[in-house]
């Protein structure tokens, strides 16, 4: 029992850790990373907090899982993405009350704070796939985009965070007249995360003596 429930313990753990990784990169005010980048400046355009845009946002990547993949999809896969979605708002949600109190101005602060975001969102990823429990829309939307045009995950990875980033910056442009959410910070998470993925991963393989799992 315990064995079967390890790997979605540790899930849970990661989707906190991940939405704590999110929320400092985005205390840091240098800009959110790429995959939040859509939902957040959606919160800044609305009523709506940045935990709820993100759920809201990830319903379509779920939509637009069913539509590449309806013959072919595991559907129960599919439908638990939604409270795994909405379990994952929640925690970025309070993680953004968490860290509320390390928004600053003074440059070298923001970007200790950033770098902290980028280090714990890679600690999250690494949980993540080490668990091999279950995958968020967003990365499930990638595969499934990279399944159908028969190309590889991490190319269709790059090319999904340049087009929410583009898609925030339309969005910013068209309600702000200029940019929100997005900096400097934003092209640093991109290039550090997965640097600090495969050093967690790294030191998990060691700790536990195995592989990541592979997600069924």
């Keep these: 029992m315990l064995r079967k429930l390890g790997p979605w ?6 989707l906190f850790v991940m939405s704590l990784g999110i929320a400092l990169v985005t205390r840091g005010n240098l800009g959110t990373t790429p995959i939040s980048s859509l939902p957040l400046v959606s919160s800044y355009a609305s009523s709506l907090t940045f935990g709820e845009t993100t759920f809201l946002i990830n319903l379509l990547f779920v939509a637009a899982q069913w539509v590449l993949l309806r013959r072919s999809i595991n559907k129960v896969l599919l439908l638990a993405q939604i409270p795994i979605t909405l379990a994952f708002s ?6 953004m009350k968490f860290t509320e109190f390390l928004s600053s101005d003074v440059y070298w602060k923001c970007l200790a704070v950033s770098m902290l975001g980028n280090m ?7 949980l993540e796939v080490f668990s091999g429990a279950a995958a968020l829309p967003g990365e499930g939307l990638v595969l ?21 980033v583009l898609l925030a910056l339309l969005l910013s442009y068209f309600v702000f007249h200029g940019i929100r959410g997005l900096r400097e910070g934003t092209i640093i998470s991109a290039l550090c995360v997965g640097f600090f993925v495969r050093f967690w991963l790294s030191g998990l393989t060691k700790l536990f003596k195995r592989a990541p799992a592979d997600t069924e």
């Design 90 to 95: 929640y925690f970025i949600d309070t993680s």
């Design 144 to 164: 499934a985009v990279s399944t159908v045009l028969h190309k590889p995950f991490s190319s269709v990875k790059i090319a999904n965070d340049v087009i929410l």
């Design 9 to 14: 313990l540790m899930f849970v753990a990661a």
């Design 120 to 126: 714990v969102l890679g600690l999250g990823v690494a």
